[in-house]
């Protein structure tokens, strides 16, 4: 019996850290860094000019956050 006690307070010890450790915010990545990348990413699929590129971007990041905020 008290090695049952033992044992569930470890699972509950241990259950306890994992919920604790991945409410970890700083291991995860913010929705602009996401845009950005996103970004680069398709700069470079499509090749675009700096120029173009500069013309395009307000427009991009402008819609990536109108739909993230509908998500």
Avoid at 8 to 15: D, K, S
Avoid at 18 to 29: E, V
Wanted: glycine residues 2%; without cysteine.
């Amino acid at each position: 019996m008290k090695k049952n006690r033992i044992l569930l307070a470890a699972f509950f010890i241990l259950f306890a850290y994992t919920f604790s450790h991945a409410q970890n915010q700083y291991g995860r990545m913010r929705i602009d860094d996401l845009h950005e990348k996103k970004w680069e990413f398709f700069v470079q699929q499509v090749n675009l000019s700096p120029a173009e590129s500069n013309a395009i971007k307000p427009f991009f990041l402008e819609y990536e956050k109108n739909i993230w905020q509908l998500h």
